[in-house]
C-alpha cells in the first residue's frame, strides 16, 4: 500500500539551529501515526513541514508516492492534507455553521445560502457523530473538546485525505480529551491518514497505530503498536535514564 504522505530523511535548520535531522515515517490511509516528544521535540517543525507553512532542507516528502514541496498551506489543503492546529482558527463570536465554511460559504446568486450552510453543517457534524444543540450557537458557547470535533468534522467536509491533529487534547480536561479521541477514531475509520501530535502518550496508545518519537529534533524511533507497549512508549519518550535517575532521587528523600 503507497503511503498517503511519507517523510524520508528530512531535515529542517533555522540559520545556525537544527530543528529537524533525519526524521522518516509513513501515513497511511485507516491508520493514525502519532508523534511524541517534550518540548523542543521538534514536534511544531514537522507539522510546519507537512502543513506546507516551511519547506525542508533535506529529504524528501512524498504524497501519494511522488516527491513535493509545498509551496503554502493551501497547496498542502489542495493536495488533501489539512491542519487542525491549536488555536483551531475560530472565530468565538461566530456562529457554528459560519465557522463551518469560513472562506468556503455556499452562494445562492451573489447571496449567502443560510439555509444550505446550516443543513450542511448539521448534517456534517452528524455523521461524525457530533450532537450540538443549534448550529445559530456561538462556537465561543461551545466546551474545547467540541471545538476540536467541529474543526475535525469541517476538515473532513472539505475533502482532506490526511488529517494533522497539532496537540488537540492539550488543555482538555479526561471527559474532553476521550471526545476529542473519539472522533480521532472515528475519522481513522472512515479511511483518512491522520497524524496526532502529542505529548501524552496515554492519550495516544490508545488511537495510535504507529509512533514516531522525537528528541531535539531527531527521531529516536518509529513502532507499530505490536512493537511497542505504552509503558515502554512513556520510559522512551521521557527518557529512560533520566526517570530512573529521578524515582532513585525521589527515593531518597525524606518525607
Keep these: 500500500m503507497t503511503p498517503l504522505i511519507e ?34 521535540a521538534g514536534k511544531s517543525t514537522l507539522i510546519k513541514v507537512l502543513a506546507g507553512v516551511h519547506r525542508h532542507d533535506e529529504g524528501e516528502l512524498l504524497v501519494d508516492g511522488r516527491p513535493v514541496r509545498f509551496s503554502s498551506p ?23 455553521w459560519r465557522n463551518f465554511f469560513l472562506g468556503s460559504e455556499p452562494r445562492r446568486g451573489p447571496f449567502l445560502d443560510r439555509g444550505k450552510a446550516r443543513e450542511v453543517t448539521r448534517r456534517a457534524l452528524a455523521d461524525m457523530g457530533i450532537d450540538l444543540r443549534d448550529v445559530e450557537q456561538p462556537v465561543g458557547t461551545l466546551s474545547g473538546g467540541e471545538r476540536q470535533c467541529v474543526a475535525i468534522a ?52 490508545p488511537v495510535g497505530d504507529r509512533f514516531l518519537l522525537l528528541k531535539r529534533g531527531r527521531a529516536l524511533g518509529c513502532h507499530d503498536k505490536s512493537e511497542i507497549g505504552v509503558e515502554e512508549l512513556t520510559r522512551q519518550m521521557a527518557g529512560g535514564a533520566e526517570l530512573a535517575e529521578l524515582a532513585h532521587e525521589l527515593r531518597g528523600v525524606d518525607p
Excluded at 471526545?179 to 497524524?195: E, P, S, W
Design 154 to 205: 469541517r476538515a473532513v467536509h472539505f475533502g482532506a485525505r490526511v488529517l494533522i491533529l497539532d496537540e488537540p487534547t492539550a488543555a482538555l480536561g479526561v471527559k474532553q480529551a476521550g471526545l476529542v479521541l473519539r472522533h480521532v477514531a472515528r475519522a481513522r475509520d472512515r479511511g483518512l491518514g491522520v497524524v496526532l501530535i502529542t505529548h501524552n502518550p496515554h492519550h495516544a496508545y
Design 7 to 40: 517523510v524520508r530523511g528530512v531535515g529542517k535548520t533555522y540559520g545556525s539551529v537544527i530543528a529537524l535531522r533525519g526524521v522518516s515515517a509513513v501515513v497511511n490511509a485507516g491508520e493514525v501515526t502519532c508523534v511524541l516528544g517534550d518540548n523542543g
Design 74 to 96: 493551501r497547496d498542502a489543503l489542495d493536495r488533501g492534507v489539512a491542519t487542525v492546529h491549536q488555536d483551531l482558527a475560530v472565530v468565538p463570536l461566530m456562529s457554528v
